[in-house]
């Protein structure tokens, strides 16, 4: 009998949500036609850091065709890590290695006094692409602090 695994790290990608582990190849297909999603991590302040208004942070280059499923962003510290007076605004840009451009793929909110937001917008990149990450707004009277992404995809 096979054994069934909550994920898969191959390569310095973790494959969340895999419940047959037979014939995986690299086209993210597991036995039995099902597509595993991935998780991506980006850190734009690591733990307890205080978050500040920046553009371009961290840049995730794309090497392959993929298509995000969700973004879960939280803000990380031991105590008193959320924004507060305002809500803390950061978005995500695409640029497109087909022509040069750069397109927004939209503004994410966590709301002051709370800690996480998650979307379940679908966004499609192509191989080449990159993506960027900038802080927009953060608190008045606390910034937050710690801002982590998980972005899942496939």
Request: with cysteine; hydrophobic share 35%.
């Given at each position: 009998m096979p054994r069934i695994r909550s994920f898969i790290h191959d390569n310095g990608v973790i494959a969340i949500n895999v419940d047959k582990t037979s014939n995986a190849n690299s086209t993210n297909i597991i036995a039995g036609s099902t597509?595993?999603?991935?998780?991506?991590?980006?850190?734009?302040?690591?733990?307890?850091?205080?978050?500040?208004?920046?553009s371009g942070v961290t840049?995730?280059?794309?090497?392959?065709?993929?298509?995000?499923?969700?973004?879960?962003?939280?803000?990380?510290?031991?105590?008193?890590?959320?924004?507060?007076?305002?809500?803390?605004?950061?978005?995500?840009?695409?640029?497109?290695?087909?022509?040069?451009t750069t397109i927004s793929m939209g503004t994410f909110t966590i709301p002051k006094a709370n800690s996480n937001v998650t979307?379940?917008?679908?966004?499609?990149?192509?191989?080449?692409?990159?993506?960027?990450f900038d802080v927009v707004q953060v608190g008045s009277t606390q910034a937050g602090a710690g801002l982590r992404l998980d972005i899942t995809y496939y």
């Open positions: 597509t595993i999603k991935k998780l991506k991590v980006i850190e734009i302040r690591q733990y307890a850091q205080i978050l500040s208004v920046v840049a995730w280059p794309l090497n392959n065709d993929i298509t995000i499923t969700g973004i879960y962003a939280t803000c990380r510290g031991p105590s008193n890590f959320s924004p507060q007076g305002k809500d803390l605004v950061f978005g995500i840009r695409r640029y497109l290695a087909s022509n040069g979307s379940n917008t679908v966004y499609s990149c192509s191989s080449g692409d990159s993506l960027y």
